[in-house]
């Protein structure tokens, strides 16, 4: 670190933001937490920390003259009291919890920060999912993880079937995204909504699928790529079980990795080997740039996603 960041107290007051990493599969967002914060302390506790407070002792007989001495206290010293920077010092908080047997962007916010998660999670901003499923077993929960509960032929399952399950799926869901956000589709609202671009569901608990499709397909195994909002891995993996299902076969997910949170992409996110102090310092700075220039992703104002400058700027 150059020596202006040598100071652990200056860094510490600039640590407070947001900032984008690659959770791994297999590993719980809280164990990714404790890592993160623990590396943080680790790395705060290495650069010029305060030093220990100073002892006044008034020495000597009382009946002469005393005198005065300084020396660093021990009962301050960080052998005696432990490092100055705690887990416990630390806030820190997710925007997009991804569950254990997910991967890709996970957008964390620490100290202050943790105020921002909150926002860009009641913004509801569309994700970007790659799903993979396998054809021929269906399996407890879904996943691949699960016992086997069933079996089934797929050798008759073409790309094309796949095909056409995407684009009914995801014409379901855009005539949907009208009756859930109370417009009559043949009104004149909803056609000037329309042209301005896809529209925010009323109701956050209901998922809506804004675009699928089948990007790779080498049975048993395919491959989706999935833009959504308000949904959840469960809901995924119901859906690789239903196109299981409508291709007249079964199928499991094995695989989910979310790709793009809002305008936060895999392409910035920090692996877990870079989850130290001086990456996340960039990270936040980062973040805060892209938070500055689309004000929108933590302030709705419209029905729509994105403003209509916006789309007009795409």
């Not at 623990?38 to 790395?43: E, G, K, P, Q, Y």
């Not at 684009?167 to 869901?173: G, L, P, S």
């Not at 989910?256 to 949170?261: A, D, G, K, L, R």
């Not at 740039?289 to 029905?303: D, G, L, T």
Request: proline share 5%; hydrophobic share 40%.
């Amino acid at each position: 670190m150059t020596a202006y960041t040598r100071n652990a107290q200056l860094v510490w007051n600039v640590l407070n933001g947001v900032f984008n990493i690659y959770k791994p599969s297999g590993v719980h967002p809280l164990t990714v937490r404790s890592t993160i914060i623990s590396n943080l302390c680790r790395d705060l506790n290495e650069l010029d920390v305060r030093p220990p407070m100073e002892h006044v002792s008034i020495e000597g007989p009382t009946n002469k003259e005393m005198r005065v001495t300084v020396r660093n206290s021990y009962a301050d010293h960080p052998l005696v009291v432990g490092p100055r920077y705690l887990p416990d010092n630390f806030k820190m908080a997710f925007a997009n919890k991804l569950p254990v047997e997910a991967s890709g962007v996970m957008i964390c916010g620490v100290n202050s920060g943790t105020a921002l998660t909150y926002k860009l999670k009641q913004a509801c901003l569309t994700k970007f999912y790659r799903v993979k499923g396998i054809l021929g077993q269906a399996r407890v929960d879904n996943y691949i993880t699960g016992s086997i509960l069933e079996k089934a032929t797929w050798k008759k399952v073409k790309r094309g079937n796949i095909d056409r399950i995407c684009a009914a799926v995801q014409a379901a869901h855009q005539k949907k995204m009208f009756e859930n956000s109370g417009i009559d589709i043949q009104s004149q609202e909803a056609f000037d909504l329309a042209a301005k671009g896809l529209i925010r569901p009323a109701d956050q608990q209901i998922p809506t699928i804004y675009s699928i499709k089948c990007v790779d397909f080498k049975p048993p195994e395919f491959t989706l790529e999935i833009v959504c909002i308000n949904e959840d891995n469960e809901y995924l993996k119901s859906l690789v079980s239903e196109i299981g299902y409508r291709v007249k076969s079964v199928a499991h997910c094995s695989y989910i990795q979310c790709s793009q949170f809002g305008h936060f992409n895999v392409k910035n996110s920090l692996l877990s080997k870079h989850w130290d102090l001086q990456n996340i310092l960039d990270s936040v700075s980062q973040c805060h740039r892209i938070i500055k220039e689309n004000p929108y992703m933590i302030k709705q104002e419209h029905a729509n996603l994105v403003p209509a400058q916006a789309v007009a700027q795409q």
